[in-house]
T-cell receptor
Framework: AQSVAQPEDQVNVAEGNPLTVKCTYS??????LFWYVQYPNRGLQFLLK??????LVKGSYGFEAEFNKSQTSFHLKKPSALVSDSALYFC?????????????FGAGTTVTVRA | GAVVSQHPSRVICKSGTSVKIECRSL??????MFWYRQFPKQSLMLMAT?????????EQGVEKDKFLINHASLTLSTLTVTSAHPEDSSFYIC????????????FGPGTRLTVL
């Protein structure tokens, strides 16, 4: 079984401040972890992923995420948020041992960056 | 690379009619495509996994006779909502794996279906 929790429905930050979106996961084996962003009435855009290797993953638009195995977390971060980062963010996981390639998504976190 | 398109982006239909939604991988071959449904301000609900040349695998509770999926080629999967009813109104999103080994799903822009 695999699952993702995004504990915050909403995150509000001021432009220029650091942005963190939290994600914890649960898998039977080892995880593949992903972050996606969704703008209104649009599909999901891929931001970054952790497969293996360095725990700090850098992705698109200045975002990064840190894989923490002991805390089973994969929090998304951006050092300086922009108003244009306001969107819905999804964390997703897949168990490496699974052969059906299905992703499990969190409930999503709405990020609002105020000018 | 890794662009996925969907057509149409919006469709409004009368109750009882059927609607076909196309999902295409534009610059890569996709052996596996996925169909999701998303309700307002909610997460994605996986409906089915579509594999080229074989029958789709449906998630529990999804009616396979109502949501017909065809994966005719390595770049095209279609979802047909048969005898649509207002409760089928939703945002439908497809995704495709470019390479199974990396498991990154690339998503289409979605299709807004409204059934009157």
């Amino acid at each position: 079984a695999q699952s993702v929790a995004q504990p915050e429905d909403q995150v509000n930050v001021a432009e220029g401040n650091p942005l963190t979106v939290k994600c914890t996961y649960s898998v039977s084996g080892n995880p593949y972890l992903f972050w996606y962003v969704q703008y209104p009435n649009r599909g999901l855009q891929f931001l970054l992923k952790y497969i293996t290797g360095d725990n700090l993953v850098k992705g698109s638009y200045g975002f990064e995420a840190e894989f923490n195995k002991s805390q089973t977390s994969f929090h998304l971060k951006k050092p300086s948020a922009l108003v244009s980062d306001s969107a819905l963010y999804f964390c997703a996981v897949r168990d490496i041992g699974s052969n059906d390639y299905k992703l499990s998504f969190g409930a999503g976190t709405t990020v609002t960056v105020r000018a | 690379g890794a662009v996925v398109s969907q057509h149409p982006s919006r469709v409004i239909c009368k109750s009882g009619t059927s609607v076909k939604i196309e999902c295409r991988s534009l610059d890569f071959q996709a052996t596996t495509m996925f169909w999701y449904r998303q309700f307002p301000k909610q997460s994605l609900m996986l409906m089915a996994t579509s594999n080229e040349g074989s029958k789709a695998t449906y998630e529990q509770g999804v009616e396979k006779d109502k949501f017909l999926i065809n994966h005719a080629s390595l770049t095209l999967s279609t979802l047909t909502v048969t005898s649509a009813h207002p409760e089928d109104s939703s945002f439908y999103i497809c995704s495709a794996n470019r390479q199974a080994s990396t498991d990154t799903q690339y998503f289409g822009p979605g299709t807004r279906l409204t059934v009157l």
